[in-house]
């Protein structure tokens, strides 16, 4: 069956720049920025153009937007086309936040057809590269082939699909016939995304749908050497291993990453969530948790993490199915 396209799914305040880089590290094929405000684009707005940054080394990046407004999401693609050029555009409609949903846009747009297709065609009539576009399989009850099939029928060149409902929000486990489905009645390819933890999970979604790439949010916070984990695991049927050092190397470079793209002050802040859920598991994780927020400098901070990732245990949870 050959192997499927990996890709790191969108998610807000964490897949930034060096995140992307650290991805991109560690065996996955594309990257998807955050979510991007269409609305805060036309406005010029700095704090949110600044989310559509990214290097070449992060290539090949989608650029993910979200709004509610057909002529407003066609202005902000057309911008961010010719701002940054980046390899795709997104068309967020999947996202289940009350704060975003509230403004009608995320998977609040599917609840009318007529505006996902009228945003479909706006956006792609103004650009050149890919469009693709994130869904959940409905509001309250599956509707994804029909949705599926009105973004094809737009124009979309890829259809990204979140098997729950916005209703099931994170609960339940993700419905994996809901693509299995879709990929079997449309023509464009089909990104899988939603309980894929392991490199045993990602095989097991590939090989029962056939979709065309597997989408991987939440486990990358974990587990940023994941896709590296699965690509290991489709060629040798073994997962990859990876040891403290390496992990240790990972959250190196990631904290290196952060300090020169925000300054070492506010990337020392911003960097203790993602490393919080790599400590997730671990013995001691909360006397760690509690010492790096009392940090105010990088040397102190890395010197916390050595000693934490000292050992030459294999990291586990990676064998997990």
Known sequence: MGFPILIQAPLSGYTDSPFRKIVKDYGVDVVYSEMISSAGIVRQQEKTLSLAYFTKEERPIFLQLFGAESEIMKDAASIVAER??????DINMGCPVKKVVKSGAGAALLRNTTIVR????????????????????????????????????????????????????????????????VKSRIKIPVIGNGNVQSPYQAKTLYEYSGVDGIMIGRASLRKPYIFSSIK?????????????????????KYVNYECTYRGEGRALKYTRKMIIQLLKGRKNSHRVKNEIFKIDNKVALLKILRREFSDDRIESSILRN
């Open 84 to 89: 940054f050029s980046p390899d795709g555009i």
């Open 118 to 181: 009228e945003i479909v065609k706006k956006v792609k009539s103004v650009i050149k590269c890919p469009l693709s576009v994130k869904i959940r399989s409905g509001w309250d009850e599956d509707k994804s082939l029909e949705i599926a099939k009105v973004i094809e029928d737009a124009g979309a060149d890829i259809i990204a699909i979140h098997p729950r409902t916005r209703e099931q929000f994170f609960s339940e486990t993700a419905d994996w016939k809901v693509l299995k489905n």
């Open 232 to 252: 290991h695991y489709f060629e040798k049927g073994i997962p990859l291993l990876v040891n403290n050092e390496e992990i240790f190397h990972i959250v190196e």
